[in-house]
């Protein structure tokens, strides 16, 4: 059974897009940024960013039943792969015990000139 998550946003029906998916013990969240209450948070802080958003996505995957160490995948999307390191301290202080499959590619930009990095997640309840 498939089970599209909302964010409330706005724009979720003029792109077509679901804030997550979960099916069954599989959950998507699509790309999430440092933002709070419309601003970015850490601004021109690669790690804080980092940090903010695995924050936010382990909230949301506590509110829909699921746990940190359920995550079997995460792709970071990032503006300047040369702070690569910034980066990766930040996502291996939430992994570095789960350590799912991981991916970082370097994007000429995102939707705001102030993001530096977007994370998308998966998890599996086994």
Do not use: C
């Not at 964010?7 to 679901?18: A, D, K, L, Q, V």
């Not at 102030?114 to 998890?123: R, S, Y």
Request: hydrophobic share 40%; glycine share 8%.
């Amino acid at each position: 059974m498939r089970q599209n998550i909302s964010s409330g946003s706005t724009w979720e029906p003029i792109i077509g897009y679901s804030r997550a998916v979960k099916i069954g013990n599989t959950i998507e969240f699509s790309g999430t940024t440092a933002t709070k209450d419309g601003q970015v948070v850490g601004k021109g802080d690669p790690a804080a960013q980092t940090d903010f958003i695995l924050k936010t996505l382990q909230g949301l995957l506590e509110a829909n039943g699921f746990k940190l160490e359920d995550t079997v995948r995460t792709r970071m999307f990032v503006t300047d792969i040369k702070r690569w390191e910034d980066y990766a301290r930040a996502h291996g202080a939430f992994f570095k015990d789960i350590r799912p499959a991981t991916t970082m590619v370097e994007v000429s930009a995102l939707i705001d000139p102030d993001h530096l990095v977007e994370i998308e997640l998966t998890a599996v309840k086994a």
